[in-house]
């Protein structure tokens, strides 16, 4: 039997008459950027996130740029991220200008870590962008705290994690400003590339939509420099068909977790602590002690996918190192060795989660 990591074609094909005839619709109508869709999808967006204004963007790189050039930080400007993550988290603070602090993670939850992060506050700190990395929130409480003590932003990076819920709110209403990515492999992808930009701050909300939009607010009158990051319309109308299914699919990813953690054995299952809802954008084991490469070789030869997120943190990475970064942050550095990432995606079948298991549980 074969098992993707993520089946998009049988996403599609579930929701085929409802996308297609979206699809056709923007298609139709002959508007294909800031149309009616966009209006849309921004309005259904900040319901479904329960915030002021979403602001529908180019992707979720551009989101985080936007966020970070929307807070006005630049130059001397320190912005704590956590060290294990997509390079996007990083990548965006250093092109916006600012500079970036790396903080090492907790080992069970491979979130940021709020004792580390707190270590690494200093006076020239003014944000932090925390991760809900494979879909499972990171510690707002402690990170919000710290924020509000020191008077520093809080930028959530929600690429992973649009449904997922903190003490039952969701994700990127949590901070000042949320990002999210519908990269076509996230949990709520579009067709392309797309981002969304989240917040409750009018005064924020006025700045990301001058800068998503050259600057400008009417049509040839520029306020200040932007750049050119819409939602287009055809993605905007295949994220509204998506956005009313998001919860049950969401629902599944859990479901297909929980019967991963009730039977999996050979691998450490990840920790969810009790206030968290995770939406398993990615489900993730350990493969601890350098052996992760053979198992994924076994995994790929019964026909079951896996992946690493990520194989090198960012501060090693030689983008970093060349920056002069010359640090070590010992658990994204262990967890970068042991991360494995298992099939997990709304249609899988019960006959592949058994297989999954049988298939792990029978490695040597
Ligand atoms: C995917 C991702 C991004 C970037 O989103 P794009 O839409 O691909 O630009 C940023 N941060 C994290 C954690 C991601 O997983």
Do not use: Q, R
């Given at each position: 039997m074969q098992v993707p990591l993520i089946d998009l074609k049988a996403q599609y094909l579930s929701i085929k008459t409802e996308l297609d005839s979206a699809v056709q619709e923007v298609l139709r109508n002959g508007?294909?950027?800031?149309g009616p869709e966009t209006v849309k999808v921004e309005e259904e967006m900040a319901k479904f996130f329960g915030v002021k204004h979403a602001i529908g963007v180019n992707s979720g790189t551009d989101a985080l740029f936007l966020a970070v050039k929307a807070l006005g930080l630049g130059k001397d400007d320190e912005v704590i991220v956590p060290a294990?993550?997509?390079?996007?988290t990083a990548e965006t603070v250093t092109l916006a200008g600012a500079r970036v602090v790396f903080a090492d993670i907790r080992p069970d939850t491979f979130n940021l870590d709020p004792k580390q992060l707190e270590a690494k506050i200093t006076g020239n700190t003014k944000a932090i962008i925390p991760v809900h990395l494979y879909g499972q929130p990171a510690d707002m409480d402690e990170i919000l705290s710290l924020a509000r003590s020191k008077n520093l932003r809080v930028i959530e990076d929600c690429a992973q994690s649009i449904g997922a819920e903190y003490r039952n709110v969701k994700t990127?209403?949590?901070?000042?400003i949320g990002c999210l990515s519908f990269?076509?492999?996230?949990?709520?992808?579009?067709?392309g590339d797309g981002g969304m930009l989240l917040t409750n701050n009018d005064t924020l909300a006025e700045q990301m939509k001058l800068l998503h939009a050259?600057?400008?607010?009417?049509?040839?009158?520029?306020?200040l420099i932007g750049l050119n990051s819409r939602l287009d319309e055809l993605q905007a109308a295949i994220i509204r068909v998506k956005l009313k299914y998001i919860q049950a699919w969401n629902e599944k990813r859990r479901k297909n977790a929980k019967f991963y953690n009730n039977n999996l054995k050979n691998a450490a299952i990840p920790v969810t602590p009790e206030h968290v809802k995770h939406v398993y954008n990615q489900y993730t084991v350990r493969i601890p002690d350098g052996k992760r490469s053979k198992f994924q070789a076994y995994l790929k030869e019964k026909g079951v996918a896996s992946a690493v997120h990520?194989?090198?943190p960012m501060h090693k990475q030689k983008a970093y190192t060349d920056l002069?970064?010359?640090?070590?942050m010992p658990e994204s550095e262990k967890a970068a060795q042991e991360v494995c990432s298992l099939p997990n995606y709304p249609e899988m079948s019960e006959e592949m989660l058994n297989y999954v298991v049988e298939t792990i549980n029978s490695y040597k």
């Open positions: 508007h294909f950027i800031l294990f993550s997509f390079f996007a990127g209403g949590i901070g000042d990269f076509p492999t996230k949990n709520l992808g579009c067709a050259h600057g400008s607010a009417s049509k040839y009158i520029h306020s990520y194989p090198i002069g970064y010359n640090i070590s």
